[in-house]
C-alpha cells in the first residue's frame, strides 16, 4: 500500500455533510476491530473486513480468514488487552478511502504469569470500501513502530 502523504498538507479544506459521515463511518472500522479483539469476540472482530480482505503484518500475509485467526489467538492468549486508537488520517476517494490508524496495544498477562506483558505501537493501514450495507476492509498492513516486554505482575 502507497500512501501519498500529501494528501493531508493544509490547508485543510473542511469536507461536505456526506464525506463527513463516511470519514466518521471508515474511521469505527478500527474501533471496532480492537473492540472485538479486547472483549475477546471474533464475530465482532471479523465482522469489519469483506470476505476478500488480504493482511499482512507480524505473522506474515494470507487471505482474511486465515491471517485474522492467527492475531486473535495471538491476543486470546493474554489475561486481558487494551488497543487505544489515537491519531487517524482519512483520505476519501468515492467508494473508497485510506484510513492510517496509530494504535498502543497493550496485552497483559495474568499475575505469576512466565509469559511477559507486551505493549506494542502499530500503525493499521487499512484500505476500506463502500458496499451496499456500508463500508468495510478489503486491506490492512498492521506495521509495528515499537514494542516493550517487562514481566509480568508477581503472583497475590
Not at 469536507?15 to 473492540?35: C, F, G, H, I, T
Not at 471479523?46 to 507480524?58: I, L, N, Q, T
Not at 467508494?95 to 496509530?102: F, G, I, K, M, P
Amino acid at each position: 500500500m502507497h500512501y501519498d502523504l500529501g494528501c493531508w498538507a493544509g490547508p485543510i479544506a473542511p469536507p461536505d455533510a456526506n464525506e463527513l459521515a463516511d470519514r466518521y463511518a471508515v474511521s469505527q472500522l478500527v474501533k471496532v476491530y480492537a473492540l472485538g479483539v479486547d472483549m475477546r469476540d471474533y464475530d465482532l472482530t471479523r465482522s469489519v473486513f469483506a470476505d476478500e480482505a488480504f493482511a499482512k503484518g507480524a505473522l506474515g500475509e494470507a487471505a482474511i480468514d486465515e491471517y485474522l485467526p492467527k492475531v486473535y489467538g495471538g491476543a486470546s492468549a493474554y489475561a486481558a488487552t487494551q488497543h487505544n486508537i489515537t491519531n487517524q488520517h482519512i483520505e476519501m476517494k468515492g467508494n473508497e478511502a485510506r484510513v492510517l490508524s496509530y494504535a498502543i496495544a497493550v496485552h497483559k498477562s495474568a499475575p505469576g504469569s512466565e509469559q511477559p506483558n507486551m505493549t506494542i505501537g502499530v500503525q493499521y493501514r487499512d484500505d476500506c470500501r463502500r458496499f451496499d450495507k456500508g463500508w468495510l476492509i478489503v486491506g490492512r498492513e498492521a506495521v509495528s513502530q515499537w514494542s516493550e516486554i517487562t514481566p509480568a505482575a508477581p503472583a497475590s
